[in-house]
């Protein structure tokens, strides 16, 4: 899968090209926000809000990895391969969207908001904290995991809640004065493409590399999984 996702990125076609058109715009519009939204969340920092906005703490963060070890330790266990597809799948979305985010981090080295160095201050092939923002590693994993979670149910109401989540991450990192507006649109942009190859490619590649089949269903507000 690995390598499939490689040479992805040397083969175009018009519906990568107007996907990466819509991204760059997207983060140019994001980039011309990053000051206007950065003043409006640091200015309304309240105890209330920093409790609504407490989700990147879980989600997105280290504690991620916990649930995705739940749940393929849930279809290992009760002999699910369905369950067991969505952690596999899981596990390749978010470690592949990790990689790319950390590679680009490093080579771009952008100043945080919380240093004040301003949006437009870059380090580059940095791997200090202080200069890592772009892109968000919580919003890409966020995105990755979510758009699995999406792309493995029919129901519409258990998609939106999938990535409202995400989307309530990427609004946490920019509250918390982690990252600018445009880290977290480049962030959701990679988990959520990389979500899409993987679950999109997972078969094909199972069947020729793998003993493992893994996929879920989500059809109930109880995140019930039919695998």
Known sequence: MGSDLATSFTTFNKTKAWDLAGTVTAIGIGYSLDNSLHSFSQRNITSMNSRIFSIDKVYGSGYTLYGIAGIYGYGLFFNNAEVRKI?????????YAGVITTIIKSIVGRSR?????????????????????????????????????????????????????????????????????????????????????????????????SGLSFHYSMDSLGITYSF
């Not at 952690?87 to 390749?92: C, D, K, L, N, P």
């Not at 966020?142 to 258990?158: D, K, Q």
């Open 87 to 95: 952690g596999v799948q899981t596990i390749e979305a978010v470690g």
């Open 113 to 209: 908001p919380y240093t004040n160095d301003g949006h437009s201050t870059f380090h580059p092939f940095n791997t200090h904290a202080a200069e890592t923002s772009f892109p968000s590693g919580h919003s890409t994993v966020a995105f990755a995991m979510s758009t699995v979670l999406a792309n493995n149910t029919n129901n519409i109401f258990l998609k939106i809640l999938c990535y409202s989540a995400a989307g309530w991450v990427a609004c946490s990192r920019i509250y918390h004065n982690a990252h600018w507006t445009s880290d977290v649109i480049a962030g959701g942009a990679i988990g959520y493409f990389v979500g899409n190859f993987v679950t999109n490619n997972y078969d094909n590649n199972s069947k020729s590399n």
